[in-house]
């Protein structure tokens, strides 16, 4: 089993940009699925992104709107979230775990990581 760490995550004011890092603990290469979660205090757990470990493959929820984008270096055994165009309504602890596809609910995700606050001002 894959360990994930996130981080990256910060103060930021509405309009600004970040990058969360999810560092794996073995080869991304071999993890078929990474995606990015967040939830916000009394709110659920959402999907943000996926990235497949096959063939690259993304997927966004629609609230992201173009503004973020998921990648991986898998030389570096990293999955990143570039987060542009920030709202308030952003604001969330943000998670990266894996899976055996994207396309399979929150909870399939396992190898949970301790999270990263992410807090956008107005």
């Known amino acids: 089993e894959v360990t994930l760490v996130e981080s990256g995550g910060g103060l930021v004011q509405a309009g600004g940009s970040l990058r969360l890092s999810c560092a794996a603990s073995r080869r991304i290469f071999d993890v078929p699925a990474i995606g990015w979660f967040r939830q916000a205090p009394g709110k659920e757990r959402e999907g943000v992104s996926c990235i497949s470990g096959s063939d690259g493959s993304t997927y966004y929820a629609d609230f992201v709107e173009g503004r973020f984008t998921i990648s991986r270096d898998n030389d570096k055994n990293m999955v990143y979230l570039q987060m542009n165009s920030l709202k308030p309504e952003d604001t969330a602890v943000y998670y990266c775990?894996?899976?055996?596809?994207?396309?399979?609910?929150?909870?399939?995700?396992?190898?949970w990581g301790p999270g990263t606050q992410v807090t956008v001002s107005s």
């Open positions: 775990a894996a899976a055996l596809r994207c396309a399979v609910p929150p909870e399939v995700f396992n190898s």
